[in-house]
Structure formats: C-alpha cells, structure tokens
C-alpha cells in the first residue's frame, strides 16, 4: 500500500463468502445477545464475558500467542513473562466490558451520548478541525472505546464518518450500521473510496482505526523500537485532499464509564511523495505507541501488529530509508 495507486485496504477481510444460511443465523444470534445484554443489570454481562473473554486467551493458543507477542512488545518484556501474561488477561477482560457496552449502545438514551466524553476536550478538537485545509482524519487504534468518542463527536451534529469493514457478514454489518447511524454516526464501507474521498472533500471527520494486523505491504514504521508496518491510507487520504491527520486515544476513566479524548499534534501531509508519507506514517505511529504505553491493558488489539520473523524487520528497515529516500517503496 506503499504506491499512489493502491487501494485503501481492510486487511483483516475474510477474502470469501460464507454460506447465507450461517450469515443469517450470525445475526439473528447477535441481535439475541444485544436483547439479552440490555434487559439484564450491566454487572452481570460485564463479569460474564469478561470471563469467557479470558477463558478464550486460555484456551487459544494462536491467539495466545499473538496476544503475547504484541504485549511483550508494548512492555519490552518477552511473551512468556508472568507480567506480559497478566496485561493480557486484563485486556481480554476489558474487551469483554467493551463487548457489553457495543451491545448495550442502542438503548442508551441519546442525551447521554455528550456525557461519554469531556465538553472541554471537544471544544479544542472543533478549534482543529476548523483550522484544516480539508477534512479532519481521525487514527486511533482499538483502545478505550472509539464507539463512545464517535458518538459524542456525533451528539453535536458534527459530520463524523467512520470506515468499516462489509465484507465479512454484510448482514452483521448493517446492524453495526444501524446502530451508528442513529447516533449520527455515518458508516462507510472500506471499498466506497468516492466516497470516502467525498466526505473530506466537504471538510467533514473521518474516522480510521489503524491496528487492524501487520501488513508487508504497508509503510514501515517503528512502533517500540520494533518494526512493523501502518496502512497508508490515512497519509494518502490526507495528502490528496489537504485534510489534517488527528491522531487521538480513547483512555476509559477510573469511573468505568466514561472516557477521555486525548491527541497528538496534528499532522500535515504535504504531498504523496514516498519521503512524505512514511514520515506522516511514522509520526501516526508514534501517537500510537504514547496512545498504549500508559495503560497496555485498555488496548484490545489480538492480531499479530509486528512480524514474527526478524528478517522481516530489516526488510522494512530498509524499505523506510528507501522511502525516506524519496524512492517508491
């Protein structure tokens, strides 16, 4: 995704079809557990998923193994230590509560979509965005709860999009739709790029999680000292439509239930050189890291971020100064 003319990529896709049939039973069996999780006291749910959610790293060992990994990385520790061991299973437990508040979300009132997250932190966000050339390109990663950062951007009738993956079960897709959009929430298909491009053309927020897995193909960045690679979507989006990248975190509170907005210094992308867009990549990854560092355990990431294999590291090593070279990658 190095070149000018790649494709925005969701590279967590499933690449074929499942059957209608299971689809459908997917949904209906989701659209049960949201019914379920909302009739009954938050508390129980909580516990209960964050158990099983636990019980999965347990039980996993791929996932295990991965998970392991990326932590090991974030707290420079190896995967087998007894530390590494216990933020993941804090952050599975964590998702879990996540996974109550997703499925809750359509019953909550929408006049307690502003309380999610600080008025302050809002206000200088809106001062941001007004002041870019073109849209306003959020890049966050799975920490948190971006669902409640989009929908307290949305509950002031800002124009917020978000990008989203429809390929995996469409219908499951369209229910994550419809639940964003009652919000205000605009939802985008990963492989709609006109109008991905139309939304920061009108200077509106895109919203774009960027910690989906490691990609070969991505732009090389370092990311604690090890290196893996970023989507270069947010920088080619943001070169060619003079909008500005805002990097920001979505850290949960000590009260459980809400959350504060944090962000790095805007980034500007001034043009879609390769030199250019490493170097915006590399500043979204730094924001990335300082995003994890202070509290590994709210970061719910379970796919492979780095390679596995050393000598993909200084492949990409190598493929970073070409860049930064001014050479096509």
Aim: net charge positive.
């Amino acid at each position: 995704m190095t070149g000018r003319g790649k494709r925005l990529e969701a590279p967590h896709r499933r690449l074929q079809a499942g059957s209608s049939a299971f689809e459908r039973a997917v949904v209906a069996g989701y659209k049960g557990f949201a019914w379920l999780i909302s009739h009954l006291p938050p508390a129980i749910p909580r516990v209960i998923l964050a158990r099983g959610a636990q019980l999965s790293y347990l039980l996993w060992p791929t996932k295990r193994r991965w998970s392991d990994a990326n932590f090991g990385h974030v707290l420079g520790l190896s995967p087998g230590h007894p530390r590494v061991r216990m933020t993941a299973l804090r952050a599975y437990g964590l998702y879990g509560r996540y996974v109550v508040e997703l499925a809750r979300l359509p019953q909550l009132a929408r006049e307690h979509a502003d309380s999610l997250v600080a008025g302050a932190d809002l206000d200088a966000i809106h001062r941001i965005w007004q002041e870019s050339r073109g849209g306003l390109i959020f890049t966050l990663g799975h920490v948190g709860n971006a669902e409640a950062a989009a929908a307290g951007v949305a509950s002031r009738g800002w124009p917020i999009s978000v990008v989203a993956d429809d390929s995996s079960f469409p219908g499951l897709f369209e229910e994550f739709r419809r639940t964003r959009e009652q919000w205000g929430v605009h939802v985008i298909p990963w492989r709609n790029l006109r109008e991905i491009y139309t939304v920061l053309r009108r200077r509106e927020m895109l919203a774009l999680l960027i910690d989906w897995g490691y990609r070969a193909d991505g732009i090389p960045v370092r990311i604690f000292d090890a290196w893996t690679t970023l989507p270069a979507g947010p920088a080619t989006l943001a070169a060619k439509t003079g909008s500005r990248i805002l990097p920001i975190t979505l850290h949960r509170n000590d009260d459980g239930r809400t959350f504060s907005i944090t962000w790095a210094d805007p980034i500007e992308v001034a043009s879609a050189d390769p030199n250019s867009l490493q170097r915006a990549t590399q500043a979204m990854a730094d924001a990335f890291a300082a995003s994890i560092a202070p509290a590994p355990e709210q970061w719910y990431s379970f796919k492979p971020i780095w390679p596995m294999e050393p000598a993909e590291g200084e492949v990409l090593a190598a493929r970073a100064v070409r860049m930064l070279a001014g050479e096509d990658a």
